[in-house]
């Protein structure tokens, strides 16, 4: 069966990075992409970034850009999220999900929250 | 970017209610349009896609509509179990912006 699964909780404080993973199985990784959308407490879902594991096209929102990569590891079918320069508004929960233009499977989330 | 507005932002319904949630794009969009139901802490749940196409396994209750700038999407007889948020996404261009969602309350 399809899954995605996340790292685990995160605890940073401001300024810093953090790396999110999103490990897939039970499927042909090359065949979909991978998005990636957060949470804030209480608000609704936003859109982060995109990419083709195929062809390592990537789009980022905007406002990620100069602080959001995203990388991927074929060999373990394992999309990565780093987020730098971390601020208390980027306190949220992280989602992968599998699909370009519509999301069918989910990552579990995992909860980023920056503090000082 | 392309602005995804639902209405409305909450609605109060009953079991057997029939209910339709509005979401209006920015621009044309054609029918990129997905809708996405979310319990609380759980991860959202894709229903609708291309606007009306319903995907494998989400009960025949649900369906999508609209082209252009206009979707919806209707709940014909609402069951104890989707009472949740609900959410359009656009995939016309990148980004991909979701509408602000729609909680849907006893």
């Known amino acids: 069966q399809v899954q995605l699964v996340q790292s685990g909780a995160e605890v940073k404080k401001p300024g810093a990075s953090v790396k999110v993973s999103c490990r897939a199985s039970g499927y042909t990784f090359t065949t979909y992409g991978i998005t990636w959308v957060r949470q804030a407490p209480g608000q609704g879902l936003e859109w982060m970034a995109w990419v083709s594991v195929s062809s390592e096209n990537i789009n980022y929102e905007e406002k990620f850009e100069g602080r959001l990569t995203l990388t991927t590891d074929t060999s373990t079918s394992t999309v990565f999220l780093d987020l730098r320069n971390l601020r208390s508004d980027d306190t949220a929960m992280y989602y992968c999900?599998?699909?370009?233009?519509?999301?069918?499977?989910w990552g579990q989330g995992t909860l980023v929250t920056v503090s000082s | 970017d392309i602005q995804m507005t639902q209405s409305p932002s909450s609605v109060s319904a009953s079991v057997g209610d029939r209910v339709t949630i509005t979401c209006r794009a920015s621009?044309?969009?054609?029918?990129?349009v997905a809708w996405y139901q979310q319990k609380p802490g759980k991860a959202p749940n894709l229903l609708i896609f291309s606007a009306s196409s319903l995907q494998t396994g989400v009960p025949s209750r649900f369906s999508g509509s609209g082209s252009g700038t206009n979707f919806t999407l209707t709940i014909s007889s609402l069951q104890p179990e989707d009472f949740a948020t609900y959410y359009c996404q656009q995939a016309n261009s990148f980004p991909y912006t979701f509408g602000q969602g729609t909680k849907l309350e006893i």
């Open positions: 999900a599998r699909g370009t233009a519509e999301y069918d499977y």
């Open positions: 621009q044309d969009i054609s029918n990129w």
